[in-house]
């Protein structure tokens, strides 16, 4: 917004109302406005738990927008009138209606870890032509998943009840902690040779055996018919390659209801979650309700190590810490079977080992499992069909950005308590400045309230702003409190100046770049700090010591980000080129707390201005050269002067860097009266005076005796690299005259 010039009264309305400004805009414009709302949804969040904080965070937007734009601690009188300024309580919260009135995007917090309330980039009228037909048919296919589900689980209700059939014992048993045992374990001649009718079940249900430790048992199980077509049925050879598809599921043979697989806790019924893929592990595969009871399958040809090793193409049973789990086989034949099989507890360590029983469940079970089958397979139609269109849905690319809430006004917080309300407020602009209310059916009054602090007839937009822009070229403001021009803030020193430029910056258009053309081709800004004779300066000095008439130029240190940059520039490193967005990871990602918060803030050689900035973890650098408060508007700089810093240029390895960087540029030059004259005018913009130049001699043979140790190649950079460093920490370079 800088760069292009835009209308400083347009900017700040943009940080107040873009998305209301924007609504019938261009897709562009509306994005950018909504966009310039994070002004305000950046506003702070209090405590563990932001929700319940929000009257801080209102506080700290309403303490933001009145010190950034107005000049004036309007926050002051959350809890009575304000005691100084003409800003009362009633103030206070007819703007705090406003922002009550407004959804702040929210970030996540330790108790609640999920963001919400991300405001969408394209306007409502796009929404609707470009999402709202994809939101109906996703809410057609929606609907009817909802109907398969339903008849799934009223098939799932039933085959429950029928659990009430005779059922028979074909064997049960107990393996011990880590041990195997065969299905068969009474004599050979009495080897379980059953009849079966089509549709009973012979189910194999896994216990824990009084101990959850017993958990991991793999099956192997294979059922023969005896006589007919001698077919067999392999569980791991049936299920493992497809074990996704449905729960009944399918033989080698094509019949759609062979395997099933139970939650065997009371009346039994089918496992009806689906994982794949679980821990991370491709192949990995399971039907489950909730974590267990489980049956699991590695249906790749290696073992995966997990929380136990589980071998490669193998079926798996887990049951519940308060029941059993079960893998029913379901005849599609009339005749008779032979069964035989292994239990093992691949999980040792329990103590305990795991209890199995094997039964024959009479009834014919066929149709009502077919019915499940049918209903698995359109499941699986729809859900691959919604993962489709999911996958070509318009991209919903959202901003941490504010929008209308619940429109209400709020009643005053006594002694700003929320919890001890007084009367209500309407919602309205300042007392001071006209008390326009906002109407009903006019929203917030988000839009309203930009309109009033960009109106011409209000001139303290204009003052506050042309104050910052001079405080930012001569170190100071007309008016030395730029944050404060109520009663308690300073004077200023020139008040018709102030007003003037105020005048100038509206009657332009509100053009910032013109503000600054104004001020630097000004004869104040021309002055350098020493152009007067000695007795002139003595004599200023003693009417005017602290130079509010500008009778010089005040030396000014490089802030941070000019430092930074300027070291980039002398290595040839920095990068000029606008700032582009920055990897945030996606929202559905985030799970930052106070303890574990975002830490991602990626190296640049951009300019500082497009740096990322944390709240929470103030970059060192900036930190040590007195860069701004992340957390509070920072109306000025300090100015510091402290041993951190000189150790910064004797020890900090980035800073060793750029002026390694910057020998290299010099050591291009012929010898080393070029290379100092060079190094002078990067540095200094100027030549070298005669004694700087013996000065620098002397120092660069003595440095050259102290690396005589080094490879004789890398000499030259290392004593150019160490002169650089004498350079650059110098006073004449830090400081601006």
Known sequence: SFNRDQPYDQFVRDQISGDLLHASGSAKEYAAGVIATGFLATARRFDHDSDKFMHLTIEDTIDTVGRAFLGLSIACARCHDHKYDPISANDYYALYGIFSSTKYAFPGCEAKQQPRDLVPLLSPTEWAETVEPFDRELASLDAELQQIES??????????????????????????????????????????????????????????????????????????????????????????????????????????????????????????????????????GFWRTGDNPAVFVNATHEPISVWTTLAPRTVFCHPAADGSVAIAWVSPIEGHV??????????????????????????????????????????????????????????????????????????????????????????????????????????????????????????????????RIWQQHFGKGLVQTPNDFGTRGERPTHPELLDWLAAKFINSGWSVKAMHRLIVHSDSYQRSAGDLTEKEAANASIIDPNNN????????????????????????????????????????????????????????????????????????????????????????????????????????????????????????EADDYARLNALFRIVLQRQPQHDERAAAMTFLNDYGTAVADMPLAEQPLAIWSGYSRVLLPSNEFLYLD
Request: some cysteine; glycine content about 8%.
């Open 549 to 668: 008439l500008y009778w010089r130029f005040d030396r000014q240190r490089l802030n941070a980000e000019e430092l930074r940059d300027t070291l980039l520039t002398f290595s040839q490193e920095l990068d000029i080129t606008p700032g582009t967005t920055h990897p945030i990871p996606p929202e559905k990602s985030w799970s930052f707390t106070q303890h574990g918060p975002f830490t991602g803030v990626p190296e640049t050689r951009k300019r500082s201005i497009y740096q990322m900035t944390l709240r929470n973890r103030r970059d060192a650098f900036m930190g040590l050269f007195d860069g701004a408060d992340p957390n509070t508007t920072t109306p000025q700089r300090q100015v510091t002067t402290v041993p951190t810093q000189s150790l910064f240029f004797l020890n900090d390895g980035y800073f060793h860097s750029q002026a390694e960087r910057l020998a290299k540029r010099v050591l291009n």
């Open 151 to 284: 008849a799934y689980a009223d098939c799932t209700r039933e085959f429950s009840a029928a659990q009430t059939t005779p059922t028979f014992s074909l064997g049960n048993g107990e393996i011990a902690d880590g041990s195997s045992q065969s299905f068969t374990i009474v004599a050979e001649s009495q080897r379980p040779s059953t009849a079966v009718a089509v549709g009973e079940m012979l189910q194999l249900t896994i216990d824990p055996a009084g101990n959850y430790g017993a958990d991991t048992t793999s099956i192997e199980w294979e059922i023969s018919e005896v006589g007919g077509q001698s077919r067999k049925w392999n569980l791991a050879d049936d299920v493992v390659d497809d074990f996704a598809n449905t729960n009944p599921h399918a033989d080698h043979f094509g019949n759609a209801a062979v395997w099933l697989f139970l939650d065997a806790r009371g009346s039994a019924s089918p496992l009806r979650e689906h994982a794949s893929d679980v821990s991370g592990k491709p192949g990995l």
């Open 338 to 467: 032979e069964i035989r099989g292994r239990i093992t507890d691949v999980h040792p360590g329990g103590p305990n080992g795991i209890g199995w029983k094997l039964d024959r469940v009479s009834g014919n079970h066929g149709p009502l499992l077919q019915a499940m089958v049918e209903a698995g397979h359109r499941r699986t139609q729809l859900t691959a069909k919604r993962v489709e269109l999911a996958a070509r849905a318009p991209l919903k690319e959202t901003a941490y950005a504010v929008s209308e809430g619940s429109i209400a006004d709020t009643r005053i917080q006594l002694r700003g308590d929320p919890e001890r309300l007084g009367d209500p407020v309407p919602r309205r602009w300042l007392e001071l400045f006209g008390a326009e209310r906002v109407s009903d059916g006019e929203g917030s009054g988000r839009r309203q309230l930009a309109g009033w602090l960009t109106d011409p007839a209000n001139p303290l937009t204009a003052r506050v702003m042309v104050n």
